[in-house]
């Protein structure tokens, strides 16, 4: 038997709703919080998943994975910010991937109820809009987009895709007025609506009188955050020249301090930079342990990768101002080539040692 839509899909029942979806009526969120607590073992087993990145698999009671849900977001808002984004970044995944695996009308309908207005443009075989890619010995590689919805629409909900190149409306598919998607373009998106709904309803439920309903839950709950978090090792920054960082550069190490996602050019931009100005391996490594997807090894083998310590033995350099620019990184017009020329000029007014690695 299939697992229901709320079981697979519980941030589907809106916070406005939970108390009648739950409850069967009307009720203070301290009420909802107060019964939920029956379900604290499975929202321990939901954030223990989301910690150490492992599958979770929900029953086929939708009011146990509701309960669950709403009830490990509550635990993580009064028990660590880190968490919050950890559990918001693990739930926004488990929903991109299976939403590329529903049928047709259900993923319509899971979109529509996260907000996410698409229409469906696709002919009998699916494909909808074609784009001839190329050839592949005498047969036409198509790329098809069976979905669009209106540029204004996109741009809100690529809001926090769009420092990343694919996702600007200049790299798109645009035609009279409308953007075309792919199902694994739609994933993505509402991914990242899944994550701030998360977010959002984790502030929600900050209250003192949600803190005292679940004061004997945190205890168990912060057991499953790693020590490097507890201990705030994580969110401590090697002692360099952080005042000659620049502003673009410092903005990103805020950002990653406070836990929040990084896209994949914010991530490559601020690990060449510490790298050119004398951060080690481990000390990036360290630096980024506070991201909600953090992983060590991939984190190592790719910063190790930037280095040029793997593979073909290059080393990657810090965006120049322009391109950060296009990225939409850039916060200031500091005057200078690069992030790293701006650097050395702020460390060596100061009188400070700084590493040589790039101009």
């Known amino acids: ?60 009671n939708a009011n146990d994975e509701v309960s669950s849900f709403y009830l ?12 919050l984004a950890r559990l918001a970044d693990f739930e926004g995944k488990r929903v991109s991937t299976d939403l590329v ?38 047969r036409e590689v198509i790329a098809c987009y069976p979905y669009r919805v209106s540029i204004p629409k996109y741009l809100r909900y690529a809001e926090n895709l769009l420092s990343e190149p694919d996702w600007k409306l200049v790299n798109r598919v645009v035609l009279k007025g409308f953007v075309y998607l792919s199902r694994r ?11 701030r709904r998360i977010v959002e309803y984790g502030k929600a439920l900050s209250g003192d009188a949600v803190r005292d309903v679940l004061q004997d839950l945190i205890p168990d709950t912060s057991k499953l955050i790693p020590e490097r978090i507890r201990s705030g090792e994580a969110r401590k920054v090697p002692a360099k020249v952080e005042s000659a960082f620049p502003l673009c550069m410092a903005r990103l190490k805020e950002l990653l301090a406070k836990g929040e996602h990084l896209s ?3 991530r490559f931009a601020l690990a060449t930079f510490l790298l050119a100005v004398g951060y080690s391996v481990d000390e990036i490594i360290e630096f980024f342990k506070t991201s909600p997807d953090f992983d060590e090894k991939i984190a190592r083998y790719q910063i190790e990768h930037l280095a040029g310590l793997r593979g073909s033995r290059k080393r990657y350099y810090t965006y120049s101002c322009d391109k950060m620019r296009a990225l939409g990184m850039c916060v200031a017009d500091c005057g200078t080539r690069s992030p ?20």
Request: hydrophobic content about 35%; overall charge positive; proline content about 4%.
């Open 1 to 60: 038997m299939r697992t229901p839509l709320y079981s697979r899909y519980p941030v589907l029942v809106g916070l406005e709703n939970v108390s009648r979806f739950i409850l069967g009526y009307d009720a203070s969120l301290v009420d909802v919080l107060s019964y939920v607590k029956n379900y604290a073992n499975r929202a321990l087993v939901r954030l223990e998943s989301a910690v150490k990145r492992i599958p979770y698999s929900p029953s086929t």
């Open 72 to 83: 490990a977001i509550a635990l993580a808002q009064h028990t660590d910010q880190w968490l």
């Open 101 to 138: 695996k529903e049928p047709e009308e259900e993923l319509l309908e899971i979109l529509r109820r996260l907000n996410l207005e698409v229409e469906f443009v696709g002919s009998r075989d699916g494909c909808g809009h074609r784009i001839v890619l190329g050839k592949s010995g005498s």
């Open 185 to 195: 373009d739609l994933a993505r998106l509402a991914e990242e609506i899944v994550k």
């Open 264 to 266: 994949h050019h914010q």
């Open 340 to 359: 790293v020329q701006y650097y050395r000029h702020v460390a060596r007014r100061l009188k400070t040692p700084y590493t040589h690695s790039q101009g």
